[in-house]
């Protein structure tokens, strides 16, 4: 079976820009490559790479098992799991270390982000995380892996990883592939355009959440920042305000830059935004609504459970087999 392999920290509700630049993406992907069998795990290993209060972890690891549902993934070709319950990735992601060269760890922009907003010190866990990252699409032989610009350098390690392990040992891992969608792969945040848009931002009206109520997505969308230039125009690097916006546009409708700047070349912000809101809010409530039912329902559990059976039983083959090459254990 061919597999496609994502990932996601449960580290609050998801936000519009994880949606449209991943989830969203997964649903089209689908029905894209028909013929893969789609992985998609809950990455609390590496929510812990900081402390978190164990209750609301627990918690938001069945929500955002029940929006990745609510958003619309086939389930029948679709398995998902909590990545703590597999054992095999934490096995695997510590062999992969042995793989893995501190220069290359230290050049991670995400750990040298991270690094620097770190209060206190930072856990060995949050600097060897990309050989945990690694060991999460190896075991499943991925053969794709769906990511954001944030994350190419990350799957570009685990290449580089793969090809080492198989250099040594033989052929012995796929080497995966990134897919990065051509639109919504990044969206920025609706107060500093400069930045992407984050959960943990502590400014709330940088991000609009997948559950936050409608008058709330109105007013953040209406009040996010733009540019003194009027035009509704895309331009990335001088106009990055209304540029973030018509991308977010353009994610949910499929149309091009061009469409939209043709339908607004007459229009003030103020209706660009308006109708932006409307598109947003025709989005997100039947999402809402489904995921309402799904908390309510045995469903998730369910799910979590079915997947968790389909990947512990290829993770643990792939992890004994490296076991195996490496010489652990004894041989039986």
């Not at 630049?21 to 893969?36: A, H, M, R, W």
């Not at 990252?133 to 990883?161: F, N, S, W």
């Amino acid at each position: 079976m061919k597999h496609i392999v994502s990932g996601i920290q449960p580290t609050g509700t998801v936000n519009i820009g994880t949606y449209l630049g991943s989830i969203k993406n997964f649903v089209k992907l689908q029905e894209t490559y028909s013929d893969y069998h789609f992985l998609i795990f809950i990455a609390d290993l590496h929510a812990i790479t900081i402390p978190r209060d164990r209750l609301a972890l627990r918690k938001t690891i069945k929500e955002l098992a029940a929006l990745y549902l609510a958003c619309g993934l086939k389930k029948d070709r679709l398995s998902l799991f909590v990545q703590s319950e597999i054992p095999a990735h934490a096995q695997m992601g510590y062999m992969l270390q042995t793989f893995t060269y501190m220069g290359e760890l230290e050049r991670m922009t995400q750990y040298k982000d991270k690094a620097l907003k770190q209060e206190k010190g930072v856990t060995s866990a949050l600097f060897t995380y990309p050989s945990l990252m690694a060991a999460d699409i190896l075991l499943y032989d991925a053969a794709y892996v769906p990511v954001g610009e944030d994350q190419k350098q990350h799957l570009e390690l685990t290449r580089d990883i793969a090809e080492r392990v198989n250099n040594r040992l033989g052929d012995f891992f796929t080497v995966p592939k990134p897919i990065i969608p051509k639109v919504g792969a990044r969206i920025m945040s609706l107060t500093d355009p400069t930045s992407k848009m984050s959960k943990s931002d502590d400014n709330v009206k940088s991000r609009i959440l997948l559950l936050d109520d409608e008058a709330i997505i109105r007013k953040r969308i209406m009040s996010a920042v733009t540019d003194s230039d009027t035009s509704i125009k895309y331009d990335k690097q001088h106009k990055t305000g209304i540029s973030n916006l018509m991308t977010i546009y353009s994610a949910i409708t499929d149309e091009s830059y061009d469409t939209i700047e043709a339908r607004y070349k007459d229009a003030t912000y103020a209706t660009f935004k308006k109708d932006l809101a409307d598109i947003v809010v025709t989005e997100i409530k039947p999402i809402q609504a489904r995921y309402k039912a799904l908390m309510q329902s045995g469903e998730v559990d369910e799910l979590l459970d079915a997947g968790k059976a389909y990947a512990e039983k290829i993770a643990y083959k792939k992890v004994m087999k490296l076991s195996h090459k490496l010489g652990l254990g004894r041989k039986r």
